[in-house]
């Protein structure tokens, strides 16, 4: 079986457990859009492998050799849409797209030589954080905005997979690292209002504030 094929596997059963769900063939199956028939094949592969543990219709988790590889892959991936950013100037709303092809083929080498020159960054374009080259993530505790009390907060992720937000937020102006204040005058409608430092105003809806990660500021 071709390494990006279980590299995105991998990868897809982290996303889940960092996401603080039980990863189940049937939620792998929808991330990947793949058929649960063919995860279950994938499964007994990688739990033959040593890289996750796997009991049919129990449960399944990666064991420390598929954290980690799994791990170097999202190290990659982070590191080159950083790359493309500030380096080859793509905008952060097209670089996902391209890193999940490249997080596949690029050497050890040639990424280590991109974290050096990016001055070794701990956070994405987008705000994730970077694995280390010994593989730690750093721990965060975000709050999506869709279920934040009416308070100040800053920006501090966005989910990288809807190219369209990001592009809306482009458009807004808003940006990793900006603070401003959520009010929710029509909380019933599922409409947002952040206020910002510079005195205007942006409305959103509760699917974008979804995929908008908060960290209050106290
Ligand atoms: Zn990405």
Do not use: C
């Amino acid at each position: 079986m071709a390494t990006s094929t279980v590299e995105n596997y991998l990868k897809a059963i982290l996303h889940l457990q960092e996401g603080d769900e039980v990863p189940t063939v049937g939620r792998i199956a929808e991330e990947l859009g793949v058929t649960p028939g063919t995860v279950t094949t994938m499964m007994r592969n990688l739990s033959d492998e040593g890289l996750i543990d796997y009991i049919p219709r129990k449960g399944l988790k990666l064991r420390s050799s598929g954290r980690a590889a799994a791990l170097r892959v999202v190290r990659r991936h982070r590191l080159i849409e950083l790359f493309l950013v500030e380096v080859m100037k793509l905008d952060w709303s097209e670089v996902h797209e391209e890193a999940e092809i490249l997080e596949h083929v690029v050497s050890t080498r040639l990424v280590d030589r991109m974290d050096e020159m990016l001055g070794h960054p701990t956070h994405d374009p987008h705000g994730d954080p970077i694995p280390g080259k010994d593989g730690k993530l750093p721990a965060t505790s975000l709050q999506a905005l869709s279920s934040a009390e009416p308070g100040e907060y800053r920006i501090v992720r966005v989910s990288d997979e809807d190219s369209n937000l990001l592009e809306w937020l482009d458009g807004k102006g808003l940006q990793i690292g900006e603070s401003v204040m959520l009010l929710r005058p029509d909380a019933v409608a599922g409409m947002l209002e952040l206020k910002r430092r510079s005195g205007g105003t942006v409305h959103l809806g509760d699917a974008a504030a979804d995929s908008i990660f908060v960290e209050i500021i106290s």
